[in-house]
C-alpha cells in the first residue's frame, strides 16, 4: 500500500521541490497550502499529482478550515512541517511562524496518529542563541519532540538551500544577490562575507528527507545536520553565483556595527525590511555542520556548488 505524506508549506520553495520529491519517489502527497497562496502555486502542485488543501495552521480556525486540516491529515502515514520565515512581516513573528505554528501541526499530527514526522529548521538551531530566528526555529524543534515524541521525530538543519528543479521560486538570499548583482554596481557583504557556509543543493535535501522517511524508526529520527559537498565563504558564493549568471561581481565590505544601525533603519521602515538586526547578526556566524549527514542519507554523488547555480539558467 502506497505510505502517504501531509506536507505544509507546500507552496513555497522548499515545499514545491519537496513534493516533486516525494511523489516521484512513490508517495502519495497531501500539499497543505495557506488561503493567501497563489492559485499559479497550488495550479503547480496538482500538475505534480498533489492532492491540495487549502486552509490556516492556526490554533484559530473557522469550522470550515478546521474540517479542511481533518480530511488534510486523517490517514496521513507521515507528515513534514516546513513552514517558516527568515524575514516575517509586521503581521507575524517568529514566534507565531515558529513555536506556535509547529505545536498546530504536532498537535494535529498526534489527533491523526501519523507515525513520523520530519521538521526542516535550520543549522545552528539552539534555544541559547542569540539569533531570534534560530531561537525560535530550537522552540520549533522542541515542541513537536515533546508532543510526539523524539522518537517518532527527524529534525533536519540545513545550509543555505540553493538551487531549483521545478517552480520560479528560489531562498530569500538568493533572491536578494541575484537582484543586487543584475542592478548595483557593489554589493555589499557583513564582515566582507568572511562567514562559512555549506550550500546544498534543494534536490539531494528533499532526497534526504524522502530517504529518512523510508528508513526504520530508529535510523530515520533523530537530528540530521545537511550541507553540501563544498564549504565555502559567503564572499565566495556571491562570486559563484555572478558568474553562474555571466556577471562579474564587486563588492563593498560593511562592517556589522554599520549593518546593524541600517537593519534597525530598515525595520523601522518596511514591513519586511531588505534587512532586519537579526539577519545581520547571522551574517556574522559561520553556517556548516558538524556532522553532516548527507553523505549517508543520499544515494548517488552530491550535487557540487557549481553544478547547483547552473540549475537556475536552466529554467
Given amino acids: 500500500m502506497t505510505a502517504s505524506v501531509l506536507v505544509d508549506g507546500a507552496s513555497g520553495y522548499l515545499g514545491l521541490h519537496l513534493v516533486q520529491a516525494l511523489l516521484q519517489d512513490g508517495f502519495q502527497v497531501r500539499a497543505l497550502v495557506r488561503p493567501q497562496s497563489g492559485q499559479t502555486d497550488r495550479e503547480q502542485l496538482k500538475t505534480l499529482g498533489a492532492e491540495v488543501f487549502v486552509a490556516p495552521l492556526a490554533e484559530e480556525v473557522s469550522a470550515a478550515e478546521a474540517l479542511i486540516l481533518d480530511r488534510a491529515f486523517a490517514g496521513a502515514d507521515f507528515a513534514v512541517h516546513l513552514i517558516g520565515s527568515i524575514a516575517p512581516g509586521r503581521q507575524e513573528s517568529f514566534g507565531s511562524l515558529h ?21 526542516v529548521t535550520a543549522l545552528g538551531a539552539s534555544q541559547t542563541s542569540r539569533s531570534l530566528y534560530l531561537h525560535s526555529k530550537a522552540e520549533a524543534e522542541e515542541v513537536v519532540c515533546s508532543v510526539l515524541g523524539p522518537e517518532t521525530v527527524a529534525i533536519f538543519r540545513p545550509s543555505l538551500i540553493i538551487g531549483r528543479k521545478v517552480g520560479g521560486r528560489d531562498s530569500k538570499l538568493v533572491n536578494r544577490y541575484r537582484q543586487l548583482i543584475r542592478t548595483r554596481p557593489l554589493v555589499p557583504l557583513i564582515n566582507g562575507g568572511k562567514n562559512l557556509l555549506e550550500p546544498v543543493f534543494v534536490g539531494d535535501l528533499t532526497r534526504c528527507i524522502t530517504a529518512a522517511l523510508k528508513l526504520p524508526p530508529a535510523q530515520g529520527t533523530g537530528v540530521f545536520e545537511i550541507g553540501g559537498p563544498n564549504r565555502v565563504t559567503m564572499r565566495e ?29 530598515s525595520e523601522k521602515i518596511s514591513d519586511v525590511p531588505v534587512l532586519s538586526v537579526d539577519q545581520a547578526y547571522l551574517a556574522t556566524m559561520d553556517n556548516v555542520t558538524k556532522e553532516n549527514r548527507l553523505p549517508s542519507l543520499l544515494s548517488g554523488v552530491p550535487t557540487d556548488l557549481q553544478a547547483a547555480l547552473a540549475t537556475y539558467g536552466s529554467l
Fill in 99 to 119: 513555536p506556535q505554528a509547529a505545536a498546530v501541526f504536532a498537535a494535529r499530527a498526534k489527533q491523526a496518529a501519523v507515525k513520523r514526522a520530519a521538521i
Fill in 237 to 265: 558564493f556571491v562570486e559563484a553565483l555572478a558568474a553562474s549568471c555571466s556577471s562579474s561581481v564587486r563588492f563593498l565590505n560593511l562592517p556589522y556595527a554599520v549593518a546593524r544601525t541600517l537593519a534597525h533603519l
